[in-house]
């Protein structure tokens, strides 16, 4: 399979990568520690136009392949995950609702400031009740005369909190099937709409810099012009926004792993302990190796996941597979390369240990890694 980007993609990665050393990294630390989410450098990504990476040129976005759009994300998590994460839940869960399954006026009014990058867009799928078991959600949408009355809590919501938030696309309980299955509808509610509220940013071991909260619905009226597609087809549309969620939190995986792969591999060469560059022990050699290796074996999987979507063709297996590999391979690279600094990079202070607390979250976000198990178990005939 070729992997190779075209020159656009390249192009865009590139000018991603640049912005994000010559502007993200210099605020990078102090947003995380201050755990405020730096919506200034997310504005400026939307100046460069990459704010809508997968949304086509008509909708306001740049309709990049998912394979160039895994590149550029892998560039912007090595430089900051925190950062990262905001991006890619925008890019992603935060505006494929509104592009896949949206009306073209729904489009215009509210995909298109998503992908100018003047807004930022959130899914609110998770209650406290209904995690990894999605159908469980109570959060119920009751009809009235030319829309929907909705009422419930959302619970680790993303992007829906910041200054650039446009507001939340949700999903709620519309009924049930004769056979007494539950139907789902998704719903765009906006900032600012009454009844509508949301709770404090939580404080996470990680992803300092990403604005997570709950969201509260108390009798918030919905028109029907705000309903996606239709009213029981819901659940699909999220469950489908959430497989490439998954090729992205795969690519996130991978910047952070190669972020701290970098960070080590440069201390490694600097830091001298018996008169040598620790480089220079085999025990430090055969880590960075391994390091390298299993990045390397990740990136694979990731680009697979991505080039089978760019084809038009089945992806939900190897998008599970390659959220599953590469989520391991962060966590435990960041931990290797904690090791590599030894007590310098065990103090919070260091950048790695900012990379090792952001990194164990994409083992949980976005379907928990026995939820990926699962998906690959069923795809297997299981
Ligand atoms: C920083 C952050 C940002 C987030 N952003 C968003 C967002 O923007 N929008 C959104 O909707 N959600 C968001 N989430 C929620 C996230 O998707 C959920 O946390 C995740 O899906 C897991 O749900 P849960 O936390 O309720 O865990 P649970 O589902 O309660 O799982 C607890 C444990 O049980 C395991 N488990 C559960 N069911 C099974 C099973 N059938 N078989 C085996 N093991 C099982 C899980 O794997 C896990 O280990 C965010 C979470 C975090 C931490």
Redesign the pocket.
């Known amino acids: 399979m070729d992997f190779t980007l075209t020159e656009a993609e390249r192009d865009m990665t590139e000018l991603g990568r640049a912005y994000a050393e010559r502007e993200i990294a210099p605020v990078a630390a102090r947003a995380w520690h201050d755990e405020r989410c730096p919506t200034e450098v997310l504005s400026g990504l939307g100046e460069l136009g990459l704010l809508g990476p997968l949304v086509p040129e008509k909708w306001g976005g740049i309709g990049s392949s998912t394979a160039g759009y895994v590149a550029l994300l892998e560039a912007l998590a090595a430089v900051d995950p925190s950062v990262a994460a905001a991006w890619q839940?925008h890019s992603t869960?935060g505006s494929l609702p509104l592009l896949l399954f949206g009306s073209d006026a729904q489009r215009e009014r509210w995909l298109r400031p998503l992908a100018e990058g003047t807004r930022l867009g959130?899914?609110?799928?998770?209650e406290p009740e209904a995690?990894?078991?999605v159908r469980s959600l109570r959060t119920r949408a009751e009809r009235g005369d030319g829309g929907w009355v909705l009422n419930g809590q959302?619970?680790?919501?993303?992007?829906a909190g910041t200054d650039m938030s446009f507001g939340v696309t949700v999903l709620a309980r519309t009924g049930e099937d004769p056979d007494g299955r539950p139907r789902f509808g998704s719903f765009i509610v906006e900032r600012g709409t009454e009844g509508y509220s949301q709770g404090p940013k939580l404080r996470?071991i990680g992803?300092r810099g990403?604005d997570?909260r709950d969201l509260f619905f108390d009798s918030v009226w919905v028109p029907d012009d705000q309903v996606v597609g239709e009213p029981g087809g819901g659940l699909a549309q999220f469950l489908g926004s959430l497989e490439v969620g998954r090729i992205s939190i795969a690519a996130l995986s991978l910047g952070t792993a190669a972020g701290a792969l970098r960070m080590a591999l440069d201390y490694a060469g600097r830091r001298v302990q018996f008169g040598t560059r620790i480089s220079g022990f085999q025990a430090i050699q055969f880590k960075l190796a391994d390091m390298a290796t299993e990045i390397e074996a990740a990136r694979w999987l990731t680009y697979r996941a991505a080039a089978l979507r760019d084809a038009g063709q089945p992806f939900r297996k190897e998008a599970a597979m390659a959220k599953l590999k590469a989520s391991q391979v962060a966590t435990s690279v960041v931990s290797e390369a904690v090791q590599v600094f030894g007590g310098a990079g065990y103090m919070l202070d260091s950048d790695i240990a900012r990379f090792y607390c952001d990194a164990k979250?994409l083992e949980?976000?976005?379907?928990?890694?026995?939820?990926q198990r699962?998906v690959i178990a069923r795809a297997l005939g299981c």
């Not at 959302?154 to 992007?159: P, R, T, V, W």
């Not at 949980?364 to 939820?371: A, F, K, L, P, S």
């Open positions: 839940a869960i959130a899914f609110g799928l998770t995690g990894s078991d959302k619970a680790f919501i993303s992007n996470g992803w990403l997570t979250v949980i976000g976005e379907g928990t890694n026995e939820i699962l």
